[in-house]
T-cell receptor, first 114, second 113 residues
Framework: GAGVSQSPSNKVTEKGKDVELRCDPI?????LYWYRQSLGQGLEFLIY????????KSGLPSDRFSAERTGGSVSTLTIQRTQQEDSAVYLC????????????FGNGTRLTVT | AQKVTQAQTEISVVEKEDVTLDCVYE???????LFWYKQPPSGELVFLIR??????QNEISGRYSWNFQKSTSSFNFTITASQVVDSAVYFC??????????FGGGTRLMVKP
């Protein structure tokens, strides 16, 4: 399909390990967002990429979190030295570069840190 | 900075009842868009509607309707004759000139048969 694709869909990791989460946005969408959703909670903004501009990293909870977007397309969210409180669903979304453009979300990656 | 508040964390209704989900927002921008998303139990976020800050006309789509009032900074969502399939978490969101999409905390709607 032509939607936002995230992989893996589920990830179980041991505390202290690093993880990488991948997002393939909709082709042509210049804006890409990462959000985090803990169980039964709302959406917490993490980071936003827009074209070639510097990303807005204001939502990253600690320096263990980082993200990059290569070639203006695929994005990877990396969490180093994972902690149990990092367990959540990580959602990626993309949109066109316009206020009116709704965000299209992927199905998320459910991360469980044991 | 902007903020979206959904004061109702959970609402429970019986099928066929009407229900209104409240959304209040704060922003200093004059140009912005408001959105509603639905998150059913399966987890995916589904876009429902958008409204720009210059268009206060209410909108109706089937059993769904939205009431945007700039005077009270509210963008409320009403489901008429609710159905069990409407059970989900509903999120209101605001997008401003910085392209940031700020979500409210969500309202969990439970429609009982």
């Amino acid at each position: 399909g032509a939607g936002v694709s995230q992989s893996p869909s589920n990830k179980v990791t041991e505390k202290g390990k690093d993880v990488e989460l991948r997002c393939d946005p909709i082709s042509g969408h210049t804006a890409l967002y990462w959000y985090r959703q803990s169980l039964g909670q709302g959406l917490e903004f993490l980071i936003y990429f827009q074209g070639n501009s510097a990303p807005d990293k204001s939502g990253l909870p600690s320096d263990r979190f980082s993200a990059e977007r290569t070639g203006g397309s695929v994005s990877t969210l990396t969490i180093q030295r994972t902690q149990q409180e990092d367990s959540a669903v990580y959602l990626c979304a993309s949109s066109l570069d316009h206020l009116s453009s709704p965000l299209h979300f992927g199905n998320g990656t459910r991360l469980t840190v044991t | 900075a902007q903020k979206v508040t959904q004061a109702q964390t959970e609402i429970s209704v019986v099928e066929k009842e009407d229900v209104t989900l409240d959304c209040v927002y704060e922003t200093r921008d004059t140009t912005y868009y408001l959105f509603w998303y639905k998150q059913p139990p399966s987890g995916e976020l589904v876009f429902l509607i958008r409204r720009n800050s210059f268009d206060e006309q209410n909108e109706i789509s089937g059993r769904y309707s939205w009431n945007f009032q700039k005077s009270t900074s509210s963008f409320n969502f009403t489901i008429t004759a609710s159905q069990v399939v409407d059970s989900a978490v509903y999120f209101c969101a605001l997008r401003n000139a910085g392209n940031m999409l700020t979500f409210g905390g969500g309202t969990r709607l439970m429609v009982k048969p």
